[in-house]
């Protein structure tokens, strides 16, 4: 938590007010059981009309100002936590906008909306009541013991008992109430991670019809959090009914104790008034520094979960050894060397020992069985991960030691799944490149053979998508997420299985104006259809991880058992001689 105050550095000037005008609504609170025993005493009990008037303005005129200091106050704290609230938030989308795939795995993307939003509220509520609890409970407690001594040394000695009985009934109600909170907010993510799954896998639970399942699933979570919610305000709930009690016990007694004292010591009677009101300060102060007590524990515990995301080291680094420049267009080479790779905590590697080299105006084909590391093969070269053993080099220089943004701006993917924005098309594809203009947009339509089905949308270019371009077929939206990575006219062109959703017509076509358009860059194609790849340069079968074979169709069917077994379940014998 300490080391999120950096966040509120910024609105140091804000802080400073909030804890000067604390201070003086406070003083004045403070000052005001004094002018009301003034008045009792030499007032009221003296008949002297016109003193009590005056004490009564002067009482006015600081209940006024501390209420002003106290609205400033509130002001200027809301503004102080709400900017902390902000900042901190930033920074964490920050450090996600950062992560690797490895990161969002280790937290997960549910428990990191939590974190990023419900988690800093709790922290930003912290924060704002530190600043104004933070001045008031101590200074009342120390102010408001001195002014009883001050007013009352004999009967003051009763703070000694009701102070210590005040804080271990609070002790014995938070002690139940501090590991809950932890938990609470596991609960809240569960509770998020269940309604996101949901939403985003409607098709599949209407298709399997598994509402109820899901039903339950949301019932169980939700009651879950609600049991922990209630079981963390019941203890809140308790606590105010007995600290109220012993308030009021504590009262009465000073009452019945200061009107003995009244006769024989002479005490006055607006000096026992003014006294209780001390004692009423003293253990609202108590009680006030029991819920920073009760609520430091719960920030504590959201910070402590954002500290978390804010500690994750990146596995990717971004280097800062090449200077910030675009590719060149007259490159030459991709070369795996000797790449292995395991996912964190896997137990067996994922890719192992590959070695090959692709070059310009090549394409190479990728193949295998499903879990083969096809995709695992494509994610290195993006570096959502990097190699655990050899490297990948663009012209013989290691990727790790380009600057991510030039190495991702040389590449144009296309996920396995493709994703789009809501937005219209022509937002989409531009998402590709920003400047490109409507011409080539409308080329890389084209070449995608996507320009037929946008132009018989409402709108054409413009036509708005829904969230995830769900108001598309799967097929059409794999084509515009085709044209999103040609508009970049990328040096490398990464497929990872894009062709799968399109018909062996469309993807035909496809193949062959890509063809034309890729001469100066190397295409990196995950296919599972043999003849989506025949015509490759280079085609990669891989096994279990494995480079079993490399080279051209032809030779593959001769050489490598694996391929020729793919080959043969999807060809016919005529196709294969
Ligand atoms: N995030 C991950 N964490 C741990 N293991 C993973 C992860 N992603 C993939 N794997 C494992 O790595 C292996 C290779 O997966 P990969 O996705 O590269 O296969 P693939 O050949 O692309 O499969 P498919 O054709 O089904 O898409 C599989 O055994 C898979 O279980």
Redesign the pocket.
């Known amino acids: 938590m300490k080391k999120m105050l950096v966040f509120l550095a910024p609105y140091r000037t804000y802080v400073g007010l909030v804890l000067v005008l604390t201070f003086l609504q406070t003083m004045s609170t403070l000052y005001l059981p004094q002018l009301m025993s003034h008045i009792v005493d030499h007032g009221i009990v003296l008949g002297r009309e016109h003193y009590i008037l005056h004490m009564g303005l002067w009482m006015l005129a600081i209940t006024i100002l501390g209420g002003m200091a106290a609205v400033g106050a509130s002001y200027f704290a809301a503004h102080a936590s709400s900017g902390f609230g902000q900042r901190l938030r930033s920074r964490i989308f920050r450090h996600v906008e950062a992560f690797g ?1 490895a990161e969002f ?1 280790q937290i997960g993307t549910s428990s990191l909306i939590v974190r990023t939003t419900n988690d800093v509220m709790q922290v930003q509520q912290l924060v704002n009541m530190m600043l104004r609890m933070m001045v008031i409970a101590p200074l009342t407690a120390i102010g408001g013991i001195a002014m009883a001594i001050h007013t009352s040394p004999h009967l003051s000695e009763s703070l000694i008992i009701i102070i210590p009985l005040l804080g271990l009934a609070i002790a014995a109600v938070l002690g139940r109430g501090l590991g809950l909170f932890r938990v609470l907010q596991s609960k809240v993510d569960r509770l998020n991670r269940v309604v996101r799954e949901n939403l985003i896998g409607v098709r599949v639970v209407r298709a399997f019809h598994r509402e109820s399942l899901e039903r339950r699933r949301f019932f169980d979570a939700n009651t879950d959090l609600t049991d922990t919610s209630v079981r963390v305000f019941q203890l809140m709930a308790l606590m105010m009914p007995v600290v109220t009690l012993i308030m009021n016990l504590a009262t009465v007694a000073v009452f019945w104790w200061g009107s003995l004292q009244i006769a024989p010591r002479g005490l006055e009677v607006g000096s026992l008034m003014a006294f209780v009101q001390y004692i009423m300060q003293i253990m609202f102060s108590v009680m006030m520094l029991s819920m920073m007590a009760f609520m430091i524990p719960r920030g504590e515990a959201s910070a402590q979960r954002i500290e978390e995301v804010l500690q994750i080291r990146l596995a990717i680094t971004d280097s800062t050894e090449t200077p910030l420049t675009p590719l060149p267009r007259d490159w030459a080479e991709l070369s795996f060397r000797h790449v292995s790779f395991a ?4 137990e ?1 590697p ?1 890719l192992e020992d590959i070695s090959f080299t692709a070059h310009l105006g090549q394409t190479v084909a990728i193949i ?10 494509i ?1 290195l070269v993006v570096r959502f991960y990097d190699p655990t053993a050899g490297t990948i080099t663009l012209d013989g220089v290691d990727i790790r030691t380009l600057p991510l943004e030039t190495l991702r701006q040389s590449l144009g993917l296309v996920p ?1 799944k493709a994703v789009l924005f809501s937005g219209s098309v022509v937002e989409n594809i531009r998402y590709g490149n920003p400047e490109a203009s409507e011409d080539e947009i409308f080329a890389a339509l084209k070449t995608a053979q996507a320009w037929e089905f946008v132009s018989g949308l409402e709108g054409s270019l413009h036509h708005l998508l829904d969230q995830g371009g769900a108001n598309l077929s799967g097929g059409q939206r794999q084509r515009l997420a085709i044209a999103r990575a040609i508009v970049r006219h990328p040096n490398i062109y990464l497929f ?2 894009s062709f799968s959703a399109l018909d062996y017509k469309t993807d035909a076509l496809l193949r062959r104006s890509l063809k034309e358009q890729t001469q100066d860059a190397i295409v990196l194609l ?1 296919a ?1 259809r043999i003849a989506t790849i025949v015509d490759a340069d280079l085609i990669l079968v ?1 096994d279990d ?1 494995k480079l079993v074979g490399q080279g051209r169709h032809r030779d593959l069917l001769q050489n490598c058992a694996v391929y020729r077994e793919i080959a043969e379940s999807q060809l016919s014998p005529e196709e294969i001689a």
């Open positions: 795939l795995n996912y964190p905590g896997a067996a994922a295998g069985g499903t879990g083969s590391g096809k995709s695992t093969l994610n396995q990872d299985d995950v599972q891989l991880g």
